[in-house]
């Protein structure tokens, strides 16, 4: 299973652009880089997920270079609402089995 | 679509009694479901993963014997936590993946037990 590094906490301003980057150095080929977002006392949500270059979905876009060892995901114009701990999985298709690591806490000041 | 649902959503129960929680994908069939534990300002902790008609396959250090797992149907597994402890209070969540290429898990709402 590939490990993720993440940043623990970031703090951003309402209408900024937020960027979170995940380091999956160990990553295979079947692997899927998958994003979720939590909020206290509910079950994470799905956000986006991709295999490379780039995706972009109606709240978040993704980009993955090349090599795969990284993956950033991109919230444009955060509001109040976005404050909650954004997860980075990368996902063994077939393998199925998923650890989630420590996760990045976004807080958005007004 | 990809809706997960638990119940119930919140538990309180007394210390040596029992308790279940179900997991039920609303508008797929879930070939694979997963239990997490998620203690507070901590990481969701995988226990088990369990499969339709299948034994689940429990993480390291989860008691099997204690956090018993049925995947009776496509649509529906249930975690029992037998002779609950104050120790097994904590925020339970599943997820189910209907398989396919990418296994995107979804995640139910989660249950909060309380054990006195």
């Known amino acids: 299973l590939a490990k993720t590094t993440q940043p623990i906490s970031m703090d951003s301003y309402e209408g900024q652009e937020v960027n979170i980057t995940c380091s999956h150095n160990n990553i295979a080929t079947n692997d899927y880089i998958t994003w979720y977002q939590q909020f206290p006392s509910q079950g994470p949500r799905f956000i986006i997920q991709?295999?490379?270059t780039k995706v972009t979905n109606e709240v978040a876009s993704l980009f993955i270079p090349a090599d795969r060892k990284s993956s950033t995901l991109s919230l444009p114009r955060v509001s109040l609402s976005d404050t909650a701990v954004y997860y980075c999985l990368v996902v063994n298709t077939g393998g199925f089995k998923t650890i989630f690591g420590a996760g990045t806490r976004l807080f958005v000041k007004a | 679509g990809a809706v997960v649902s638990q119940h119930p959503s919140r538990v309180i129960c007394k210390s040596g009694t029992s308790v279940k929680i179900e997991c039920r994908s609303l508008?797929?069939?879930?070939?694979?479901m997963f239990w997490y534990r998620q203690f507070p300002k901590q990481s969701l902790m995988l226990m088990a993963t369990s499969n339709e008609g299948s034994k689940a396959t429990y993480e390291q250090g989860v008691e099997k014997d204690k956090f018993l797992i049925n995947h009776a149907s496509l649509t529906l597994s249930t975690l029992t936590v037998t002779s609950a402890h104050p120790e097994d209070s904590s925020f339970y969540i599943c997820?189910?993946?209907?398989?396919?290429?990418?296994?995107?898990?979804?995640f139910g709402p989660g249950t909060r037990l309380t054990v006195l």
């Open positions: 997820s189910a993946t209907s398989g396919g290429a990418t296994d995107t898990q979804y």
């Open positions: 991709g295999y490379k």
């Open positions: 508008d797929f069939q879930a070939t694979t």
